[in-house]
T-cell receptor, first 118, second 113 residues
């Protein structure tokens, strides 16, 4: 079974600074997807960024980027120029594509609470 | 607004009540999901429906009963719940391609008293 581990229950960052959230996962599959979701106090899960395992290039979305290390099974999220609106719970998630399954389920990590200080 | 709407947003029910959570998606997706989010636990997948057919049931107690009448609607029927079932229940939807994003609703807060 796949597992996702976020070893940092809480992180904090000063506004305009950079912070990195860690995520490791365990899988025997080679074809899968990784995601970072953000859950603000409203509780809605919002996709931040996604990475296809077969792509070596790290995904970026504006101030958000990932460091994907497939061999190490590591998938960290870097937030640059942090803003107050970035404060939220961040979840790392895994979704496999084994056997051409026509749907995919997400396996989530425990989450990291990010606090942004003005 | 992500195109996935859940009602009610908050629900308080007694252990002998019967209630339902409703989810509607306006994204043209054909897979829908129920997740449970409890305090201090990772999100847990409860049910998956693909093309209105249940394809996964992760050992969820029978007091939770899902229903998917069409590809746009998903229900979670609740009866004789326990206090430990109090949690945030998140509905989500996606297209059939596993690489596509799963979109979540805002969740329904359930308190069992």
């Amino acid at each position: 079974a796949q597992t996702v581990t976020q070893s940092q229950p809480e992180m904090s960052v000063q506004e305009a600074e950079t912070v990195t959230l860690s995520c490791t996962y365990d899988t025997s599959e080679s074809d899968y997807y990784l995601f970072w979701y953000k859950q603000p106090p409203s509780r809605q899960m919002i996709l931040v960024i996604r990475q296809e395992a077969y792509k070596q290039q790290n995904a970026t979305e504006n101030r958000f980027s990932v460091n994907f290390q497939k061999a190490a099974k590591s998938f960290s999220l870097k937030i640059s120029d942090s803003q107050l609106g970035d404060a939220a719970m961040y979840f790392c998630a895994y979704r496999n594509n084994a056997g051409g399954t026509s749907y995919g389920k997400l396996t989530f990590g425990q989450g990291t609470i990010l606090t942004v200080h003005p | 607004e992500t195109g996935v709407t859940q009602t009610p947003r908050h629900l308080v029910m007694g252990m002998t009540n019967k209630k339902s959570l409703k989810c509607e998606q306006h994204l043209g997706h054909n897979a829908m999901y129920w997740y449970k989010q409890s305090a201090k636990k990772p999100l847990e997948l409860m049910f998956v429906y693909s093309l209105e057919e249940r394809v996964e049931n992760n050992s969820v107690p029978s007091r939770f009963s899902p229903e998917c009448p069409n590809s746009s609607h998903l229900f979670l029927h609740l009866h004789t719940l326990q206090p430990e079932d109090s949690a945030l229940y998140l509905c989500a939807s996606s297209s059939m391609n596993p690489g596509n994003t799963i979109y979540f609703g805002e969740g329904s807060w359930l308190t069992v008293v």
